[in-house]
């Protein structure tokens, strides 16, 4: 069965950082591009950022950009979704998802159960 | 980027109803079209994908279909379990876009 539990989240104060982390299993980790999808309050879904299989290549949404970072540990079936300089409109529950195909273009198929991340000013 | 438009925003129907759901695309995105559903509180669940293909598992009282840059989902004989929100997805360009959404409820 595959799983992604994500962890990390929490209330950050506006301009500071948090980290974080997800955790894959019942699949081959590092054969799959991850990404990070998140929903603000009451909001639907917003594409954050995505990252190949062996980390070479990344991207983001242009909201984050030079501020969020994304990285993966494939040793430890893991991705990461570093976030600096957060903002009030940052606020929302954060998804790991992984892409259905071995393609950088492709859907989401896998979701994790997500991890809210409050920013207060 | 390219803009995905979905519409309605909001949809009342009955159980054994037929709906359908609408996504406009700004430009050509080679049915490279995902369908999610979403319950409140639950992350969401892929449908759909290449606009047209069923996701194992899924009931196929659900289907998609594209015409140019517009794709439906249809749902035939909804059932209690379908009342939820719903989210169209392209991902033709290397920067992902959802539609807004459309929260189906129970007339």
């Known amino acids: 069965e595959v799983r992604l539990v994500e962890s990390g989240g929490g209330l950050v104060q506006s301009g500071g950082s948090l980290r974080l982390s997800c955790v894959g299993s019942g699949f081959s980790f590092s054969r799959y591009w991850m990404s990070w999808v998140r929903q603000a309050p009451g909001k639907g879904l917003e594409w954050v950022a995505k990252?190949?299989?062996?980390?070479?290549?990344?991207h983001y949404v242009d909201s984050v950009e030079g501020r969020f970072t994304v990285s993966r540990d494939n040793t430890k079936n893991s991705v990461f979704l570093h976030m600096s300089s957060l903002r009030d409109e940052d606020t929302a529950v954060y998804y790991c998802?992984?892409?259905?195909?071995?393609?950088?273009?492709?859907?989401?198929?896998?979701w994790g159960q997500g991890a809210q991340v409050t920013v207060s000013s | 980027d390219i803009q995905m438009t979905q519409s309605p925003s909001t949809l009342s129907a009955s159980v054994g109803d037929t709906v359908t759901i609408t996504c406009r695309a700004s430009?050509?995105?080679?049915?490279?079209l995902a369908w999610y559903q979403q319950r409140p509180g639950k992350a969401p669940k892929l449908l759909i994908y290449?606009?047209?293909n069923l996701e194992n598992g899924v009931p196929s009282r659900f289907s998609g279909s594209a015409s140019g840059t517009e794709f439906t989902l249809t749902i035939s004989s909804l059932q209690p379990d379908d009342f939820a929100t719903y989210y169209c997805?392209?991902?033709?360009?290397?920067?992902?876009?959802f539609g807004q959404g459309t929260k189906l409820d129970i007339k």
């Open positions: 998802a992984t892409l259905r195909g071995f393609s950088g273009n492709d859907c989401f198929d896998y």
């Open positions: 990252i190949k299989e062996d980390g070479s290549e990344k």
């Open positions: 997805q392209q991902y033709n360009t290397d920067l992902f876009t």
């Open positions: 290449k606009a047209s």
């Open positions: 430009q050509r995105i080679s049915n490279y």
